[in-house]
């Protein structure tokens, strides 16, 4: 989508706002002509326009006829008069040919100006039909066939269960606890704790508009960079997958943490309500209520004070005094000056294996059959691209929905729809020490600015034997579409993430060996399935000629658990045939479209 922007502004020139190429700025038309204006829209092929004043109907109407599609203009108003009683802007818009959409601005500024580019990448790209599914008492199907049991599609066997569709899940690994750790996807191949926090998922891009674009992904972890590969492994795709990381520029990057934070809260909703209507899926999980977000750094954690604040989710503000004497296990820390203060916000950690044990058992009492060992090879389709069938052992049911999780491992399964290529693997490691007295008794979320695993998360946890642990898990490592890390990277993570233990729990030790074996590693990790965007990816198809969907979730980037029940909303409302916020906003064609305007 090409876009015109006319606004005199100095500062654009100190902004990464032109990085992505489809911004075209002309101040010398802002004043110029309706003649020079039209030329300038017509000869960029732009589709919308950034502006001091509303053009006039003639050029809306010559603009519109020749693109044969919607325009979107933004125009600053004078702060003294309201859009209408202004008689530089003429009413009613124009809306004869093609629909105009507009949107009054106020002010010139750089805010003023991303405000109208994510107006215009909304109205372009969030606006497109989802296909859906048609609900079971209108004749639609009541059979749903999961492919992958990790947390995201269990969580959606369960809604889907409890809302009267029979259940059948499928996954390429052994049951859960059966195998080493090196079996499984993430969810079971990780370690046995997952975090909710409205902050969880996150956009990882520039969001500074003064700001460069991250070079995380092309610096190996030794070097605190992101990269776990060795960079003359990589292959075009993967190379094309960090180009697109870095374009996104940092106005855009703002907008999708809003659209990705928006999913976060609803899911906090979603969290609540499964907490009510299933509480015997919380017992003996190891729940622990709220998060301690402790910093290292002054200024980083007033920074993340004000950041919170804003999304309203501050319980509590402790000063490092405050810290030591309210929370004993963290004196030593505090008194070698490794925590520089601490917010109490919202959230709730649990033991996932366990979490995921109970929902297994929950979801088999409510009739729904699991089939380990059973990968799915591929998706069949019929010369024009429709879904036809699927490679697997096991039959799928006649008349039936199909929802693919697939984590980083599911290449098949995205063949043929927009999500292909778009999921690569970024790993992170785990470690565990032992939780004594003075015990830990509050999970905690760790900020080390400009350390080599900067973000970690302390789990308190119960091993296989009941046993009091912490779980500490850390490190960004890009392994991109089906690589493997070196081991060098993982060395790099590994010693960054037993230095965080040293400073944080010096006094501790590894735990003692458990009865179950997948307790007992010195480091593991678990490949976490991202995007180029950080936002996650849906995508529904037809399937079948009664109304059925394939739907395909994923790429979640550090959320998959925290939005896990804002991701089941969005699936059954996909199969009932009714709408929800995650169909646009994860749509894997968002960027491209806006970028490019296919």
Known sequence: MKILLTLPSPDLATTDFLRSGNLIHAPSADCAPDGVLLNALLLHGARALITTRRPDDAVLRAWAE?????????????????????????????????PVHEFPLDGTGLDAIAAALTHCERTATLTHPVPAGTAPEAGGPRNAFLIGAGIVNLVTALLLADHGYRVTVVDRSPAPGTARWQAY????????????????????????FRGDAPDWFRQPVEKHGWLARDPDTLTPQEHAWIEEFESIPSWLARAYNADIFSLTAEAGQEWAA???????????????????????????????????????????????AELAREYPALAAPVRGGTLAGAILVPGFTVNVHRFT???????CGLGARFHWNTPVTGVRRAADGAVTGFDCAVSVPPHAHVIAS????????????????????VLGGWIRVENHTPGLRTSLKVARRGHVTEDANVTVARDGDGREILIVGSGYGYTGAAGEP????????????????????????????????????????????????SLGLYHAEPLGADGGLYVVTGGHNTGGFAQAPATARAVLASLRGDPHPMHALYHPERFPAFATGS
């Not at 499964?274 to 999980?285: G, I, M, Q, Y």
């Not at 044990?357 to 979801?363: I, W």
């Not at 230095?499 to 030790?509: A, G, K, M, Y």
């Open 274 to 320: 499964l907490r009510a209507r299933f509480p015997r899926l919380f017992e003996d999980v190891a729940l622990s209520d709220d998060i301690l977000r402790v910093y290292s750094d002054p200024v980083h954690f007033r920074a993340s004070l004000e950041r919170h604040r804003g999304l309203g989710t501050v319980l509590r503000e402790l000063s490092p």
């Open 486 to 533: 070196e081991e060098r990277q993982l060395a790099a993570m590994r010693a960054g993430i037993a230095d965080t233990v040293e400073r944080l729990f010096p006094d501790r030790d590894e735990p003692a060996a458990s009865s179950r074996p997948y307790d007992n590693y010195g480091f593991k990790y678990c490949i976490r399935p991202w995007t180029a965007t």
């Open 357 to 363: 044990e109970r929902a297994v058992g929950l979801l």
């Open 406 to 425: 697939p984590g980083t491992d599911g290449a098949a399964l995205l063949s043929g729809t927009p999500c292909e290529g778009r999921i690569h693997g």
């Open 185 to 208: 996807g993430c969810t079971h191949g990780g370690d046995d704790a997952r975090m909710f926090t409205f902050t969880e998922m996150d956009n990882y891009g520039n969001q500074d």
């Open 66 to 98: 020749h693109t044969a599609g919607p325009v979107h203009v933004a125009y600053a108003v004078p702060a003294e008069l309201p859009p209408h009683a202004n008689p530089a802007f003429p009413t009613p818009p124009v809306h004869e040919v093609h």
